[in-house]
């Protein structure tokens, strides 16, 4: 019973989303800039998943909502309503864009998403408080449009917003605010050990991104990590458990000496 009223609730809030944000979006930031594609929705899978008639499963670029539990109904936080939300947004037709990096390990297909207003589904999803920004080279268009999303909703405390960003170890998305308590630097990229049983990895990959001097000042700080987890297979002690591969500079924020 108190299940089925927490969903009741996520879905009225959504319902209460998509009312205030029909009428919240009055400039060009967050409107797609160039050539669009017009597609069929078939059905919406979660917050961030959605599959098209034509068969092409595709996955919101920029952006991850809350896991929706298909097999248990174990929903995080906020997941059903992401869920329903994108559901009123996308409705019949959605117009989309190709990423870069066109489709992820999973197959699905990387697409920013606009509404037949033109409007980013990510950017309006992120407004309402029901994902978070992720940048994730080389898919990073529109992350400026994405970032000032963000930041209204987490300055209002909507949705996941009034969470608390304590680092918790469990595979998957993670978004917490750690310690820098060491830095160092192999074949595999930088290793910034924090206070937590985390450490952050910056691959070489990514190693444009950040110059030595750059990652180094962080030494000291606290910083806003995002990204997603992963338990460490390794049988030394000394070793953090857990590893967050981080690949751009906007996943990392630094808030300073403490």
Same mark, same amino acid.
């Given at each position: ?51 098209? *008639? ?25 997941? *059903? ?8 947004? @996308? ?10 990096d066109g489709r992820d ?22 407004? @309402? ?11 990073? @268009? ?13 300055? @209002? ?43 952050i990895n910056l691959p ?20 806003? *990590? ?16 857990? *590893? ?7 996943d990392i924020l630094d808030?300073?000496?403490?």
């Open positions: 019973m108190k299940a089925i009223v927490q969903k009741k609730r996520q879905v009225f809030l959504a319902l209460f989303l998509f009312l205030s944000l029909s009428t919240a979006y009055g400039n060009d930031l967050c409107r797609a800039s160039g050539a669009v594609e017009r597609a069929q929705v078939k059905r919406v899978v979660d917050g961030d998943t959605l599959s098209l *008639v034509d068969g092409r499963r595709v996955r919101l670029v920029g952006i991850n909502t809350p896991e929706l539990d298909h097999k248990k109904g174990n929903h995080d936080p906020f997941a *059903v309503a992401a869920t329903q939300l994108l559901k009123r947004l @996308a409705g019949r037709y959605i117009y989309l864009q190709p990423s870069k390990k999973y197959g699905r297909y990387l697409y920013y998403l606009f509404d037949k207003d033109r409007i980013s589904l990510s950017s309006q999803l992120l407004s @309402a408080g029901l994902g978070y920004r992720i940048a994730v080279p080389p898919n990073l @268009a529109y992350q400026a449009c994405f970032q000032a999303s963000e930041q209204s909703a987490r300055d @209002a405390d909507l949705g996941v917003w009034q969470q608390s960003l304590q680092w918790q170890p469990q595979a998957g998305f993670v978004i917490a605010r750690v310690a820098i308590t060491s830095i160092t630097h192999n074949r595999g990229g930088w290793w910034l050990e924090t206070n937590q049983g985390l450490v070489p990959s990514a190693a444009n991104y950040w110059p030595a001097q750059k990652v180094f000042f962080l030494q000291g700080h606290t910083v806003e *990590v995002r990204g997603w987890q992963h338990k460490r297979n390794s049988r030394h002690s000394k070793y953090a458990s857990w *590893v967050l591969p981080v690949k751009h500079p906007n808030m300073g000496t403490p």
